[in-house]
Each structure stands twice: as structure tokens, then as C-alpha cells.
């Protein structure tokens, strides 16, 4: 079963507005946490937003915000004005306990955004 | 200053060749990892090391084997080389928060 499902392999948005690119998860821990990663055509990961499950806030970091409901198991990212430098592809993650021990982050299989000029 | 490294970016190699990637972290973090992202993009987790010791192993196949001297470093070694192993390797490290950094990956073309 999908541990990180992302539903939209493509999304386009115009210059300036504001996207949401929905995550949902699935994980039996109590104690986990939420990633998105921005990865540009150039290929490398880039760190966007954290937010964990315990967190009763929603995280903020500049532009962008994860709109976290956990009762929905939906970690969605919310870029507001929308520059072309956002074009890339997200990928939202989720760290859990491995089966082993340790810690594993589980990617979805990501969300490719064009924003339109 | 490079805080992920990886050494070769490209590597273009023959069937049933071995191989190496470097990677080496400048960040004092304990925890590495390994990823593979696939040619439709999906990233997923291969080996992470704490501190020089293995702690997760997905069910990698035999031919793969990190190897961490040093817990700023860990190299991913490639047996017998296939087809299906042409991917983008990634190393990472893991910082406060659990936040990873991602090295800048290694295309791996194997023909």
C-alpha cells in the first residue's frame, strides 16, 4: 500500500497565484514527521517545509505552507505567489520507524508544477 | 562550501562492471542515507548508516555494499553492474529536525 500518495503528477498555475499540491499519508506511529523537497530540472533535493505530528501549528517558511490535518492524514503544500522559479517537482515525504529500528523517509511519487508566465 | 558531496556526477559504465560513489558530508551529522530515484522520478530509500553502523537495509540486492570509514563518509559499491541499475543516486545527511540534505546525485548509466 502507498505510504504517500501525491494525486496530481501534473499541475499548472499561473504566474503570481497561489497552488496547493495535496499529500496524503499513511502510518500506523504516533510520532512522525512531514517533509516537502523541491527537486528543479537541474536534479538536486532541496529542503522545503518540516512539520511534525505533533506540531499543532500549521508550518510556515516564507512562501510556503503546510496545511496539516491530521485527522485526514493530509499534509498539502501551499505555494503562494507563484514564480517561474517554482517550476520544478515536489515531493512530499514522511519519516517513520523502519521495520529494523532506525528511521526511513518514504517518498510519494511527486507532483511536477509549471507555472505559467 | 559543499555541505553533501558526491563523486562522480556521471558515471557511464559496461554491464558487469563494479563500481563506486563517494559521498561525504561536512555537516558533523551522524546519519546518511542512500536513495535511488528511478527514471520516472520515484525516490526511494536504500541503506542508512548512524554513526558508521548500518541500521537500514531495504532489501537492496547482495551487489550493492556501503561502506562507511568515517561517519562524514559513506560509498556506495556496485557489483556486477545491470541494466536496471541506470538511476540517480542520491546520498543525504540528516540534520536538526530530522531535515535531510541531499548531495547533488550521481547519474549511473550502465549499458
Known amino acids: 500500500a502507498q505510504k504517500i500518495t501525491q494525486t496530481q503528477p501534473g499541475m499548472f498555475v499561473q504566474e503570481k497565484e497561489a497552488v496547493t499540491l495535496d499529500c496524503t499519508y499513511d502510518?500506523?506511529?504516533?510520532?512522525?514527521?512531514l517533509f516537502w523537497y523541491k527537486q528543479p530540472s537541474s536534479g538536486e533535493m532541496i529542503f522545503l517545509i518540516y512539520q511534525g505530528s505533533y506540531d499543532e501549528q500549521n508550518a510556515t517558511e516564507g512562501r510556503y505552507s503546510l496545511n496539516f490535518q491530521k485527522a485526514r492524514k493530509s499534509a498539502n503544500l501551499v505555494i503562494s505567489a507563484s514564480q517561474l522559479g517554482d517550476s520544478a517537482m515536489y515531493f512530499c515525504?514522511?519519516?517513520?520507524?523502519?521495520?529494523?529500528?532506525?528511521?526511513?523517509?518514504?517518498f510519494g511519487a511527486g507532483t511536477r508544477l509549471f507555472v505559467k508566465a | 562550501d559543499t555541505a553533501v558531496s558526491q563523486t562522480p556526477k556521471y558515471l557511464v559504465t559496461q554491464m558487469g562492471n563494479d563500481k563506486s560513489i563517494k559521498c561525504e558530508q561536512n555537516l558533523g551529522h551522524d546519519t546518511m542515507y542512500w536513495y535511488k530515484q528511478d527514471s520516472k522520478k520515484f525516490l526511494k530509500i536504500m541503506f542508512s548508516?548512524?554513526?558508521?553502523?548500518?541500521?537500514i537495509n531495504e532489501t537492496v540486492p547482495n551487489r550493492f555494499s556501503p561502506k562507511s570509514p568515517d561517519k562524514a563518509h559513506l560509498n556506495l559499491h556496485i557489483n556486477s553492474l545491470e541494466l536496471g541499475d541506470s538511476a540517480v543516486y542520491f546520498c543525504?545527511?540528516?540534520?536538526?529536525?530530522?531535515?535531510?540534505?541531499f548531495g547533488p546525485g550521481t547519474r549511473l548509466t550502465v549499458t
Open positions: 515525504a514522511m519519516r517513520e520507524g523502519g521495520d529494523t529500528g532506525g528511521f526511513k523517509t518514504i
Open positions: 548508516y548512524n554513526n558508521k553502523e548500518l541500521i
Open positions: 502510518t500506523s506511529d504516533q510520532s512522525y514527521g
Open positions: 543525504a545527511s540528516e540534520g536538526e529536525l530530522d531535515k535531510q540534505y
